[in-house]
């Protein structure tokens, strides 16, 4: 069955960086998309990015355009968040999910299959 497993969160500066990692297996279709979502404490999860797993093509909400980038290897199943410029704004639970359906759109309603989340959380 799908699974994705995220690591890499932790606790960093402000101005800091920091990678997670999405591994993804059990896929049965070709075409399909990993998103990274975020939920901070008294807040709705919203998305950060996506990329389409077969052709590499990315979405990114405005606020990550410029710091964050989201990269893939396949070899490795693997799909990466790097996150620059953190700021305390960006401390929050990261998510990443699965688009089995290759819609390409980063809203919750298309995503089915979702990691366990990991811990962000960036100090003033």
């Known amino acids: 069955q799908v699974q994705l497993v995220e690591s890499g969160g932790g606790l960093v500066q402000a101005g800091g960086s920091l990678r997670l990692s999405c591994v993804h297996s059990g896929f049965t279709v070709e075409h399909y998309a990993i998103a990274w979502f975020r939920q901070a404490p008294g807040k709705e999860r919203e998305g950060v990015s996506l990329i389409s797993i077969s052709d590499g093509s990315t979405y990114y909400k405005d606020f990550a355009k410029g710091r964050f980038t989201i990269s893939r290897d396949n070899a490795k199943n693997t799909v990466y968040l790097q996150m620059n410029s953190l700021s305390p704004q960006d401390t929050a639970v990261y998510y990443c999910?699965?688009?089995?359906?290759?819609?390409?759109?980063?809203?919750?309603?298309?995503?089915?299959?979702w990691g366990q989340g990991t811990q962000v959380t960036v100090s003033s």
């Open positions: 999910a699965a688009d089995i359906r290759h819609t390409l759109v980063l809203s919750e309603s298309e995503y089915d299959h």
